[in-house]
């Protein structure tokens, strides 16, 4: 007859290793929370981060999902988004570090007017620009993509912009430090405030228009309150842009087993930075068509009273070597190797 007791220790040890096997199995499975400050129907949320997660998914085998929380469903404003990826409140952040002025001065030189000429040539050199000089802006958040939109352009509710003189005394919502210095210097007033509030207040006559890239403008609706836009011509550099992070938190990161890390990286990086840049290029034209299709007046800048523009704001970029210089930075490399970037 068979040890009774042996067999009962045999049996523990079988379940034991089930439940260990079991677990491991779950442990392989992960949920990451993705927080976001637009609208399920914008570019940013439908043509890059949905897909960015379905992709993660796919070479997973399922292991990796997203649960995405669009236009702040999570709680909080868009200036806190960093610090929620940072904290660990959430894993991945869709954002612009520059909600926080200040705080991220080395990428603000893709914020710099006049900058950006190609979205995604700009973005590709951005991640490598940031891997070099900005590492330590981004303690605690892995950056997985860094990319710039399709470059600002001035929207108004009541007076078309054509001239440098246009612009006095208009109040323009600006979503960045130097988009405001910008602003400043071409005569206007730079008004901050959440995105989520601009429409309203453009509506109601509180402000005058905004700074936005073409591609956001049906998403939040300001084809609707606005009626004159004003661009530049195809190939000119851009008036003003925003650098926007996909981050993750690093300790989340760290945790994952090696297989799904390289998963992670393999859709991390220049490239993919580069894919997103053009996806926001691709969407200019949408943008454009719901504007036009509401009977609103473009106008494009001829070249050279855009030549005037760009020496108006010529003193923000010297502005800001100068505070780098201050800081420690070697401003003036950090704008020569920003402007290469951008080629």
């Known amino acids: 007859m068979k040890n009774p007791i042996k067999h009962v220790v045999l049996m523990l040890m079988l379940s034991g290793s089930g439940l260990m096997l079991s677990s491991l199995a779950i442990a ?17 949320h439908k043509n890059f981060i949905v897909p960015w997660c379905d992709k993660i998914a796919k070479d997973s085998a399922g292991k990796l999902k ?30 612009v570090p520059s909600f926080q002025a200040g705080r991220f001065p080395v990428i603000e030189a893709f914020e710099l ?32 993509l860094l990319h710039v939109h399709d470059g600002s352009l001035v929207h108004t509710a009541k007076k078309q912009v054509k001239t440098l003189e246009d612009f006095k005394g208009l109040k323009l919502r600006v979503p960045t430090r130097q988009g405001s210095k910008t602003l400043a210097a071409l005569g206007a007033m730079p008004v901050s405030m959440p995105l989520s509030q601009t429409a309203d207040a453009i509506a109601k006559g509180v402000i005058d228009g905004v700074l ?45 087993p090696a297989d799904l890390k390289k998963i992670i990286d393999a859709n991390s990086g220049a490239e993919p930075s580069a894919w997103v840049g053009k996806i926001f290029v691709d969407d200019i034209l949408p943008g ?11 106008y494009t800048l001829p070249s050279a009273e855009l030549r005037r523009w760009e020496k108006a704001t010529a003193s923000v970029t010297e502005e800001w070597v100068r505070d780098m210089s201050a800081k420690g930075f070697d401003g003036k490399r950090l704008l020569e190797e920003a402007r290469a970037a951008c080629k």
Not at 37 to 43: A, D, K, M, N
Not at 77 to 83: F, G, N, T, V
Not at 114 to 143: I, T
Not at 218 to 225: A, L, Q
Request: net charge neutral; hydrophobic share 40%; glycine share 6%.
């Open 212 to 256: 936005l890239p073409w591609e956001v403008i049906p998403s939040v609706k300001f084809d609707e309150v606005t009626k004159f836009h004003t661009e530049a011509e195809p190939g000119e550099a851009q008036m003003s842009n925003s650098v926007f992070l996909f981050g993750m938190n690093q300790d989340k990161y760290d945790a994952l």
């Open 66 to 95: 997203c649960q995405i929380y669009p236009s702040m469903q999570l709680g909080g404003s868009p200036a806190q988004l960093y610090d929620q990826v940072k904290d660990g409140v959430v894993d991945i952040v869709w954002t």
């Open 28 to 44: 392989q499975n992960v949920m990451l929370k993705v927080h976001h400050f637009l609208p399920p129907g914008s570019t940013a």
């Open 113 to 144: 007017p006049f900058m950006v000429h190609d979205s995604e040539r700009a973005s590709r050199g951005l991640w490598q620009y940031a891997m070099k000089n900005a590492a330590a802006e981004f303690k605690g958040v892995r950056p997985l």
């Open 288 to 298: 454009r068509k719901s504007a036009e299709a509401r009977k609103n007046t473009l």
